[in-house]
Antibody
């Protein structure tokens, strides 16, 4: 059973780069046909999809974050990462990683437990 | 991208039926998935492809769609069903994006 775990700094200063890693266990990140995703949720608010990466390295990003976001794979470490540049307080949120579901494409399952990132000086 | 509208809240007594709606332009032409999020936890898939039920999800949870409205139905509601429920579709009409609904808090009275 695939499990995901987010990690990274809990506090980032405005204008700096937010960097998070998702470590995958119980499955391969480089084989198969699953996309790997990042999603975020500001406190008390709804969910926002950030982007996804395919095992080949192909990526798709939310239009609202395009230009600031990069998702990459590190297959040797069974990890994938998120970088978000020029952050502001509006980027404060719980960040989740997730995988395409075994039930089919365009479904997010499972999810990591999430990690809170606060943007503040 | 399209917006998926959900009622902010639904209240239901234990044992009764809760219905959560999700509406949006062209939703009839898309497949809808539903997630349950309890406080302090990550979302969890409860319905996929409009009406599919993942392994381990009780039969009390069901999904349907009619026209431009998808509905999550929770029968014989239990206290443990209290959570925020989100619908989600994949949209590729203009930009490739995963769109979530606004979320509905289901409260068990």
């Amino acid at each position: 059973q695939v499990q995901l775990q987010e990690s990274g700094p809990a506090l980032v200063k405005p204008s700096q780069t937010l960097s998070l890693t998702c470590t995958v266990s119980g499955g391969s990140i480089s084989s198969g046909s699953s996309y790997w995703h990042w999603i975020r949720q500001p406190a008390g608010q709804g969910l926002e999809w950030i982007g996804r990466i395919y095992p080949s390295g192909s990526t798709d990003y939310s239009p609202s974050l395009q230009g600031r976001v990069t998702i990459s794979l590190d297959t040797s470490k069974t990890q994938f990462s998120l970088k978000l540049t020029s952050v502001t307080a509006a980027d404060t949120a719980i960040y989740y990683c997730a995988r395409d579901s075994d039930y089919g494409g365009y479904i997010l399952d499972p999810w990591g437990q999430g990690t809170l990132v606060t943007v503040s000086s | 991208s399209d917006v998926l509208a959900q009622p902010p809240s639904v209240s239901v007594a234990p044992g009764e039926t809760a219905r959560v709606t999700c509406g949006g332009n062209n939703i009839g032409g898309k497949t809808v998935h539903w997630y349950q999020q309890k406080p302090g936890q990550a979302p969890m898939l409860v319905i996929y492809y409009d009406s599919g039920r993942p392994s381990g999800i009780p039969e009390r949870f069901s999904g349907s769609k009619s026209g431009n409205t998808a509905t999550l139905t929770i029968s014989r509601v239990e206290a443990g069903d209290e959570a925020v429920y989100y619908c989600q579709v994949w949209q590729s009409s203009s930009d490739l994006v995963y769109v979530f609904g606004t979320g509905t808090k289901v409260s068990v009275l």
